[in-house]
């Protein structure tokens, strides 16, 4: 999965540390472009100092520098979070939903608000719960419940 620049822009400006201040002022929030050309920079970078001589059209390549660069992001966004146990939206405590697979019964508008109160990076347009749930699921991964 790919990170939308617009996405990232977003995250960007709603992104909040621990106790609840914002992670970047005003002045540091970054435009879609300027996000898409960072992920550019960084994924040339990546294939100069991995494939020495691989071409810049190669459609494998720049698959994998993007899921790079996503997984990055989402690393990013988790560790910001610095997420405790339990990991709950309004009444629902989603480590108990994800141990017993039940965020499947979770309608989508749910699954969807749940991912943006969490400031999780969510790929725009999703019309199926999956993606949702994958995130969710990650996002319990790194929680001190899943570590036991």
Not at 63 to 70: P, Q
Not at 74 to 79: G, I, L, S, T
Request: charged share 30%; glycine share 4%; net charge neutral.
């Amino acid at each position: 999965m790919k990170l939308d620049s617009e996405v990232g822009a977003k995250e960007m400006r709603r992104a909040r540390g621990s106790s609840g201040e914002r992670l970047f002022r005003v002045p540091e929030f970054l435009t879609t472009q300027q996000v898409a050309s960072f992920f550019s920079r960084m994924a040339a970078k990546t294939k100069q100092q991995t494939i020495p001589g691989a071409t810049t059209s190669d459609p494998d390549i720049s698959a994998m520098e993007d899921e790079e660069n996503f997984s990055k992001a989402k690393e990013a966004v988790m560790d910001a979070l610095h997420v405790q146990h339990p990991i709950s939206y309004d009444q629902y405590d989603i480590c108990t939903l994800v141990k017993e697979k039940k965020l499947a019964k979770l309608k989508l508008g749910v699954l969807k608000v749940m991912c943006e109160n969490l400031s999780i990076p969510v790929p725009p347009d999703q019309r199926r719960n999956a993606p949702y749930i994958s995130l969710l699921e990650d996002l319990v991964k790194n929680c001190s419940c899943s570590t036991v």
